[in-house]
């Protein structure tokens, strides 16, 4: 079976600090690892995968997540928030690459 | 390219009423997902389709719950004598050959009375 955790329900932060969104999975197998963007009235979009290419991994709009297989975790990182990074993201496991198991989400807020 | 579409974009119906909500893929995916996003549950899997396939779907909460895939393409999701907790988002998603990435349409936001 496979889940995820998502450890912070909301993070806020000021803009041009760090951003760090925790995540937890479980897995029976060697599992695939995204992170999704949700912006207000909009769709979900990828903001990158792990797919054990690498343990770092790099995404779009700055951010990166790595993977760290002693830990179960899978956290996700920005240097610099920016206010257009206000949104839900959320933490997603997949044992087969089709099924998508959510975490239960942690919604930014960026303070000028 | 044109994304996924989905529609209507919100339903409101009555409790025991049938519902149909449709998907229109990426031309040329061959999968297509439903999931389902309610402040209860969150997001959770309902439905995959690949290509000629038989469908997964161990997502699907009841039997109340089907769907159909025509001609490889458009999708629809039929929710028979609705009920209140079947109020949510429903998504459709698609992705290519590869599946590396899942596309997401906007949802339709179903609200049941």
Redesign the interface.
């Known amino acids: 079976a496979q889940s995820v955790t998502q450890l912070d329900s909301h993070v806020s932060v000021s803009e041009g600090t760090p951003v760090l969104l925790r995540c937890n999975y479980s897995s029976s197998y060697s599992p695939s690892l995204f992170w999704y963007v949700q912006h207000p009235n909009?769709?979900?979009?990828?903001l990158l995968?792990y797919t054990s290419a690498a343990t770092l991994v790099k995404g779009i709009n700055g951010f990166e997540a790595e993977f760290k297989k002693s830990e179960t975790s899978f956290h996700l990182t920005k240097p610099s928030a920016h206010m257009s990074d206000a949104a839900e993201y959320?933490c997603v496991v997949s044992d087969d690459?089709?099924?998508?198991?959510?975490?239960?989400?942690t919604t930014v807020t960026v303070r000028a | 390219g044109a994304g996924v579409s989905q529609s209507p974009s919100n339903k409101v119906t009555e409790k025991g009423k049938d519902v149909e909500l449709r998907c229109d893929p990426i031309s040329g995916h061959t999968a297509l997902y439903w999931y389902r996003q309610s402040l209860g549950q969150g997001l959770e899997f309902l439905i995959y389709f690949q290509g000629n396939s038989a469908p997964d779907k161990s997502g699907l909460p009841s039997d109340r719950f089907s769907a159909e895939r025509t001609g490889g393409s458009v999708s629809t999701l039929t929710i028979q004598r609705t009920q209140q907790e079947d109020s949510a988002v429903y998504l459709c998603a698609s992705s290519g050959a590869d599946g590396y990435e899942q596309f997401f349409g906007p949802g339709t936001r179903l609200t049941v009375l």
């Open positions: 909009k769709g979900l979009q990828l995968k959320f690459d089709y099924k998508l198991s959510f975490g239960a989400g």
